[in-house]
């Protein structure tokens, strides 16, 4: 890719499916990982989605992470690729703000999200979020004045190169950094 990193928010959906390897999701989000892994790409996060991410699928069911599987998440969250920021004042502050200007938007979590993406100046934010996120698309500009994209995923994979027809049974290895939390 060559240049400065495309900056890509994940919000805890997108967390989620990577470490439960969600079918239609895993595949997609594991090439973005990789991509991060090659410098391509910086993913940026909120220090919330440590504490949202709390759960792994396991037959069918949820069920709290055990400690083994804590670690290994708290592992992904340690990768130099991996840029954390606080929930902090100007976060709240935008967040309240966001959620009166888009009432459409009704989980506060979800405004601190959006918040903390358009604070980093995030040029795209990755989620599933069909209800509270995905819908604000094209209305929110970031701390820079830019616009956000607000999407899913696999809605920019070929922007990094991705040819998913041809992905094979390559991309059903786990990535070197990516440690296997839910079994």
């Known amino acids: 890719m060559g240049g400065v990193a495309r900056r890509v928010y994940w919000d805890s959906c997108i967390w989620l499916a990577l470490l439960n390897k969600v079918p239609g999701r895993f595949h997609e989000l594991q090439s973005i990982w990789r991509a991060a892994e090659r410098g391509e790409v ?3 996060t909120s ?3 440590l504490a949202e991410v709390v759960r792994a699928k396991a037959e069918g069911t949820s069920k709290p992470l055990d400690e083994a599987q804590e670690a290994k998440l ?5 990768n130099s690729f991996v840029t954390v920021r606080p929930v902090d004042m100007m976060v709240s502050v935008k967040a309240r703000r966001l959620l ?5 938007c009704r989980k506060s979590i979800d405004g601190a999200h959006l918040a903390t993406a358009l604070l980093m100046n995030a040029d795209e934010m990755h989620t599933y979020d069909l209800k509270d996120l995905l819908h604000l698309e094209g209305k929110c500009d970031r701390a820079d004045g830019q616009h956000l994209t607000i999407c899913k995923p ?3 994979q070929h922007e990094f190169g991705f040819d998913v027809a041809a992905r094979g ?5 786990t990535p070197r950094a990516l440690p296997t939390v839910a079994e």
């Open 42 to 44: 910086e993913i940026l």
């Open 47 to 49: 220090a919330w989605s």
């Open 74 to 78: 708290d592992a992904l969250f340690l």
């Open 100 to 104: 009166r200007t888009h009432p459409e």
């Open 154 to 156: 696999a809605a920019i």
């Open 169 to 173: 049974a390559a991309l059903a290895d």
